[in-house]
């Protein structure tokens, strides 16, 4: 075992958590009124998801929500983020509230308060309404204005009783999988539609935090999923595809949230796809409507080469150093308190909380347990990394770990565990992996020194 984080280096606030996504946990995904969502549209079409997999019942969250809040309260975590399916809140993505949907949420919040664990809650986690995306989707300025008229409705409910409020998760894969390489719902081949998303998607975020203020909301913000980007070496030609990556996957989202501005490389690289007329006057300044928090997820590294690679003009990522996870990914804490401090040098100090983090491997349960070994050096050499960044002097304020339950991740179906509790799906039992004995006990250690 390398290296192991010291609780006492986490101030006393800090949150332990763990995170999941609607789609990805709950199932039910015609009950209580919720309508489709583009994702339920994707995973029907043969030969999108591995297996044929959809998220028709996943991990049964919807009906055994009380069960699995007990097991966050028996693992000690102090918070837990998870995110609102806008088809249950708005079935077709505009009108009034269907009851029924903010009802589940509302129970599910109620019992994590009354179990001492700080409701996290993500408005987007990439199930969009179906009819909005057959009105255009992301692309269409109006899903960001149907987008803020959302967040407004589930605030007006949910804000007496939830701190903080994520308004996107992660919009580089909403616009970039979802409308460019296709390997996301709702699975278009547009590269210029990409953009446009990725402007409507920021536009929408903005709107967004504005509506939550309107509710007296004091903790927004959202969650980028970042990569320090290493070239492989220093031919000009790497560097400059470098550069361009870390255009695309960082600085595409931060500069203009932080900055009020799109990056002019940036702007340059995309010339040949997009003049950018989708932008409006006063975009830029929504788009940097103040926020609070910045969530950052962090799996990986990219290294660039020039290799030729989909998606990334006259270049792309290289292979991974040392044993990657079962998803090909690369495994280095180092990059995590890299891209920590990087925000701080390069942004400003603004609260930073992991709202992500953690891997996949091929897990087996043997006797009544799973002992996830790797997966247990990932967790604890990424929360070490955390307390590097807070030593650098980074204001990092919490750490969730993806996930609570292993998931339907995506288009890899069920394939995928990242849970630190292993879900059997054809019983829905559940099984506290190593992993998650072990994150368990550094959250109950960090605790205990405040007693
Ligand atoms: C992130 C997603 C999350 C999960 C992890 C593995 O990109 O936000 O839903 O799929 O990757």
């Known amino acids: 075992m390398s290296q192991r984080p010291d609780p006492a280096a986490f101030p006393a606030d800090f949150l ?30 043969p030969g999108k998801i591995r297996d044929g997999d959809t998220g028709e019942v996943a991990a049964d969250h ?45 129970q599910l919040v109620d019992e994590l308060l009354a179990n001492g664990i700080e409701p996290w809650v ?19 300025r109006e899903t960001a204005e149907r987008f803020a008229e959302y967040a407004d409705l589930t605030a007006g409910a949910l804000s007496d009783r939830i701190r903080f409020w994520t308004t996107l998760n992660e919009p580089w894969c909403s616009a970039f999988l979802g409308y460019a390489s296709g390997e996301h719902a709702p699975g278009r081949h547009d590269q210029a539609a990409s953009i446009a998303a990725v402007h409507h998607l920021l536009l929408g975020h903005g709107l967004a935090v504005q509506a939550l203020r309107g509710h007296g909301v004091e903790q927004a913000g959202l969650t980028v999923n970042l990569y320090p980007v290493t070239p492989v070496d220093d031919d000009p030609a790497v560097l400059d595809v470098a550069r361009r990556i870390d255009g695309l996957q960082n600085r595409l989202f931060l500069d ?12 340059a690289d995309l010339a040949p ?22 969530g950052v997820n962090y799996y990986s590294r990219h290294r660039a080469t020039v290799s030729a690679m989909p998606g990334v003009a006259q270049g792309g990522v290289a292979g991974p150093h040392g044993d990657p996870t079962a998803m090909g990914w690369e495994v280095d804490p180092t990059g995590l308190t890299e ?3 990087r925000i701080k040098d390069d942004y400003r100090e603004i609260p ?11 897990d087996e349960v043997v006797d009544g347990a799973v002992h996830d070994v790797e997966r247990t050096e990932y967790v604890a050499s990424h929360v070490a990394a955390c307390a590097d960044a807070i030593e650098q002097g980074v204001p990092l304020k919490g750490y969730f770990l993806w996930s609570l339950l292993d998931n339907f991740e995506w288009a890899h179906g069920y394939a995928k565990r990242f849970g630190m509790v292993h879900v059997d799906y054809a019983t829905q039992e559940r099984t506290v992996k190593d992993s998650g004995r072990w994150y368990a006990d550094f959250v109950r250690s960090h605790r205990d020194l405040q007693r």
Do not use: C
């Open 339 to 341: 891209i920590l401090v």
């Open 273 to 294: 796809l997009t003049d950018f007329a989708f932008e409006r006057p006063g975009d830029a300044e929504t788009i940097a409507t103040p926020i609070d928090v910045l």
């Open 62 to 106: 919807y009906n055994r929500f009380r069960d699995d809040v007990k097991l966050m309260a028996d693992l000690g975590l102090r918070s837990y983020r998870f995110s609102i399916a806008w088809p249950r809140i708005q079935p077709g993505g505009r009108g009034p509230v269907n009851q029924q949907g903010l009802d589940f949420y509302k």
């Open 122 to 140: 993500t408005l987007y986690h990439w199930d969009l309404p179906d009819e909005l995306e057959q009105a255009g989707g992301w692309p269409a």
């Open 256 to 267: 203009p949230v932080l900055k009020g501005a799109y990056p002019e490389d940036v702007r």
């Open 352 to 362: 930073i909380y992991v709202t992500e983090n953690g891997s996949a491997y091929d």
């Open 16 to 45: 332990f958590g763990a995170a999941t996504a609607a789609y990805q946990i709950e199932g039910s995904t015609t009950a209580g009124g919720r309508g489709r969502s583009i994702w339920d549209t994707f995973s029907a079409i």
